[in-house]
């Protein structure tokens, strides 16, 4: 039962959402719901999912919201070193936006000392991180919770940045395609990533290096809507290259 490329999308849109129903993903790929039952089944058989009527969910799926622990926790050195290196740009007095993701909990981790910012977030584990720190005004959006992420996301989620100007943002992403294009499994995400660029004066995308090359489900845009790229030393000599040549500045 090897899983094809549509079998590995919709995984990954399950992991990135905890859910989907047939007919969604059956509009989503363009395929019958008879097709999309069937992919469905080879996942649960090996044992990544757990079907439902109508749909399936993330296995284990309650352990995320109980544990407070996201479902990515890979290359979590280069994580924690792209964060500090991140945390050199946040200065006091600032306001920012952190994205969801495992990159950006690091940054938070980074920022309890802090005696005077603002961030807004849609991260409910990153308010949770920072939510003590009464020196930290905390803002999070709204929206429909997805427990793998612990993130908001959809329409509210979008509709929250309305009204913020943010000196920074610090963005995540799931891919950088070959063709430098920020990717992402779900298509929710998208309306929130735009409307966090949109509130933000300068956007820094935060991703270690195994994210370059890989081209998840639904794309944001070209990477030229960031300002700065932070990621680790394992980037290749043609990627930096290629990042350049957008006019993006790289920090490593």
Known sequence: MALNQRRIKILDLIREDGHAKVQELSRI??????????DLETLEKLGYIQREHGGA???DIGSFAKTGKIFNQTHLEEKREIARKAVSFIYE????????????????????QYKELT?????????????ENPGITLIVTGGEFKAPTLSLTGNMAA????????DKL????????PNMLLTYPSISDLMVKSAMIKSAEKVFLVADSSKIGISAFASLGSITMVDFFITDNNISEE?????????INILI
Do not use: M, P, Y
């Open 239 to 247: 990627s930096i290259a290629k990042i350049k040549e957008k006019n």
């Open 29 to 38: 790929f363009n395929v019958t719901d008879v097709t999309i039952r069937q």
């Open 159 to 166: 509709d929250s940045f309305t009204g913020f100007h943010a």
């Open 57 to 59: 969910f993330l296995k």
């Open 119 to 131: 961030v807004i977030t849609n991260a409910l584990n990153i308010a949770l991180i920072l939510g």
């Open 93 to 112: 007095g600032e306001c920012i936006i952190l994205d969801s993701g495992s990159t950006t909990t690091e940054i938070a981790k980074l920022l309890t």
């Open 170 to 177: 610090f963005l995540a992403t799931a891919g950088i395609s």
